[in-house]
C-alpha cells in the first residue's frame, strides 16, 4: 500500500496480560521502525528492520518486548506482562532501501492503554 | 551526546502572523534533518527535510526551515499562519546511513488565535 497501516488503533489490556501490535510498511520499503510515544511528546525509539532482519535494537527493553518481521506478514511489536508504564503511543515508520536520504513514512499509531 | 532541543513547549500565534518554531541539534556527523507535524490522534506527517545543498528548504503547506550550521539550528517558519496549523511540530535528526532511526525533539505545541 501507499501508507504505513497500524493496527489496532486503541488497545486496552490489564495488567499483566500480553499486548501485541501489527505495522504494514509501505510496498517496497525495506526499513521498519518502532517507536514509543509517551505522553504526547518524546519518541522513544525501539527497533528497526532491514526486510525481516533485525538491523538496530539498542532501544528495545531488555525484558518483555519482542518484534518481528517475517516474508508476507505484517510486522509485528509484542509486549509481555504489560506494566502501567507501557501505556503510549507506538509509532511505526517505513523507508526504502536505496538512498540514504529517503525520509521515514509514519503511520497513524497504535494507543495501547493499560489498565 | 546526540540530540535534539526545541525549546519552546508552547507557542500561541494569531491567525495571518508568522510563525518560527526553533530546533537546534547536537550531532557528531553530518546531519540530516526534517520537520514533522503531528495533528490531534494522528501520525507524523513530513513537512521537509534537508539533506545538502541550499540551506534554505520549502516544504508542504507553505513551511520553510533554513540550516544554519554555525548555530547547529534547523529553525521553521510560515509566512502567514492558518487556523489549521494548529498542531504539534517536532523536530528530528538522522544520520547518513539507511536505516538509521531518528531522533527527536520533545515538540512545540502550536496554538492559533483569531
Known amino acids: 500500500g501507499e501508507e504505513v497501516a497500524q493496527t489496532p488503533k486503541h488497545l486496552v489490556r490489564g495488567e499483566g496480560q500480553k499486548a501485541k501490535l501489527y505495522c504494514a510498511p509501505i510496498?517496497?520499503?525495506?526499513?521498519v521502525f518502532w517507536y514509543q510515544q509517551v505522553l504526547k511528546n518524546e519518541f522513544k525509539f525501539l527497533i528497526s528492520?532491514?526486510?525481516?532482519?533485525?538491523?538496530?535494537e539498542t532501544g528495545m527493553p531488555k525484558e518483555r518486548f519482542s518484534a518481528k518481521c517475517l516474508p508476507n506478514s505484517p510486522c509485528s511489536l509484542e509486549i509481555q506482562a504489560t506494566k502501567l508504564e507501557d501505556s503510549a503511543v507506538y509509532f511505526c515508520?517505513?523507508?526504502?532501501?536505496?538512498?540514504?536520504?529517503?525520509?521515514?513514512?509514519f503511520g497513524d499509531g497504535t494507543r495501547l492503554s493499560i489498565l | 551526546a546526540q540530540s535534539v532541543t526545541q525549546p519552546d513547549i508552547h507557542i500561541t500565534v494569531s491567525e495571518g502572523a508568522s510563525l518560527e518554531l526553533r530546533c537546534n541539534y547536537s550531532?557528531?556527523?553530518?546531519?540530516?534533518l526534517f520537520w514533522y507535524v503531528q495533528s490531534p490522534g494522528q501520525g507524523l506527517q513530513l513537512l521537509l527535510k534537508?539533506?545538502?545543498?541550499?540551506?534554505l528548504v520549502q516544504g508542504i503547506k507553505g513551511f520553510e526551515a533554513e540550516f544554519k550550521r554555525s548555530q547547529s539550528s534547523f529553525n521553521l517558519r510560515k509566512p502567514s499562519v492558518h487556523w489549521s496549523d494548529a498542531a504539534e511540530y517536532f523536530c528530528?535528526?538522522?544520520?547518513?546511513?539507511?536505516?538509521?532511526?531518528?531522533?527527536f525533539g520533545k515538540g512545540t505545541t502550536l496554538s492559533v488565535s483569531s
Open positions: 528492520f532491514q526486510n525481516e532482519n533485525v538491523f538496530d
Open positions: 550531532y557528531g556527523a553530518t546531519p540530516y
Open positions: 528530528a535528526v538522522g544520520a547518513s546511513q539507511a536505516g538509521t532511526a531518528l531522533i
Open positions: 515508520a517505513s523507508s526504502p532501501q536505496v538512498g540514504a536520504n529517503q525520509p521515514q513514512h
Open positions: 534537508y539533506f545538502s545543498g541550499d540551506t
Open positions: 510496498k517496497g520499503h525495506s526499513y
